[in-house]
């Protein structure tokens, strides 16, 4: 009786067999750990919210459509929002921005775009925005 009310006592975090010996014991043996973890590991997907993922999904599909703009190493490339837009791209969504005196840049990773006049959008790719 004492031991379910002394702060010592505690319960398999799996089975709910009473532990004994060391304090920072969690679970009474390998079997009911690896259980645990498993269990865990499947209630964090499980709560995960679905607009994570919906998330993640528009800031690929945007990433892929900018690498596809046909940018390389000689600088940036403007085209048509339109253009973008056509393709599936999404503008509310980005991972990072960068504000300069040209204006502000919005970037999915490592490649950006700027809003010029006219819908038009300038395309650039930039290293250091996934630097972590
Ligand atoms: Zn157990």
Redesign the pocket.
Known sequence: MASLLSPQHRD?A????ELFGRADKA???D??RNNGNRERRKKLAWYEPIFIRQINNILKRNYKILTQQGIDEHGPKTVSRYKLLDEGFNFHYFTSNLSTRAGEYRFIYDYGWRELPEEKVMIVTNPKQVEI
Not at 14 to 17: A, D, L, M, P, T
């Open positions: 398999c799996f089975c709910g067999k679970y009474c043996n079997t009911c």
